[in-house]
T-cell receptor
Framework: DTGVSQDPRHKITKRGQNVTFRCDPISEHNRLYWYRQTLGQGPEFLTYFQNEAQLEKSRLLSDRFSAERPKGSFSTLEIQRTEQGDSAMYLC?????????????FGPGTRLTVL | DAKTTQPTSMDCAEGRAANLPCNHSTISGNEYVYWYRQIHSQGPQYIIHGLKNNETNEMASLIITEDRKSSTLILPHATLRDTAVYYCIVRGAGTASKLTFGTGTRLQVTL
């Protein structure tokens, strides 16, 4: 069990550029979540996949954000036309289908800085 | 999901028990109490969860009051590595949906 991995760990970009982040969940976890965390705040939910189906999206996920999980394994989160307000830590988590506690296992996050 | 209230920060001496309180007065009958923690620059880490009985695992103990309106996370012998932000979250265990984090309690363990 190698845990949830995220790539890159850090990304610095200029306003208006597009960025894409990748998340590799724990093997055989069919549920995958994306969260965003700004300084001093707890993580905020963005979206959730069960296998390849995107089942829930937060209102925080504006039309500049898109997430995919094409084969039910890894997922990507793309932000188009980045704004300074997008600067945050983007966290990915996964959980297995059958687990009473339904705890989520988080990756280390991707820290985005928009200049 | 029910709202939770936690103190902003707490201190604890190394080796002593750390008792972190959480109020969740609007919790409903089928909602569980979850605790996660986040060490600086890392993703959140699951600690423990419970419904109405007290729970214990290798990391911590969870004490839930009889009326379920509050709970306490206990780290029996805090170490410097327990310094983190601790989040108390209420949600239905059968759901697969999001975790709703508040701002948590920043626990500082000191020598």
């Amino acid at each position: 069990d190698t845990g949830v991995s995220q790539d890159p760990r850090h990304k610095i970009t200029k306003r208006g550029q597009n960025v894409t982040f990748r998340c590799d969940p724990i093997s055989e976890h069919n549920r995958l979540y994306w969260y965003r965390q700004t300084l001093g705040q707890g993580p905020e939910f963005l979206t959730y996949f069960q296998n390849e189906a995107q089942l829930e999206k937060s209102r925080l996920l504006s039309d500049r954000f898109s997430a995919e999980r094409p084969k039910g394994s890894f997922s990507t989160l793309e932000i188009q036309r980045t704004e300074q307000g997008d600067s945050a830590m983007y966290l990915c988590a996964s959980s297995p289908k059958i687990r009473l506690g339904n705890e989520q296992f988080f990756g280390p996050g991707t820290r985005l800085t928009v200049l | 999901d029910a709202k939770t209230t936690q103190p902003t920060s707490m201190d604890c001496a190394e080796g002593r028990a750390a008792n972190l309180p959480c109020n969740h007065s609007t919790i409903s009958g089928n909602e569980y109490v979850y605790w996660y923690r986040q060490i600086h620059s890392q993703g959140p880490q699951y600690i423990i969860h419970g419904l109405k009985n007290n729970e214990t695992n290798e990391m911590a103990s969870l004490i839930i009051t009889e009326d379920r309106k509050s709970s306490t996370l206990i780290l029996p012998h805090a170490t410097l590595r327990d310094t983190a932000v601790y989040y108390c979250i209420v949600r239905g265990a059968g759901t697969a949906s999001k975790l709703t984090f508040g701002t948590g309690t920043r626990l500082q363990v000191t020598l």
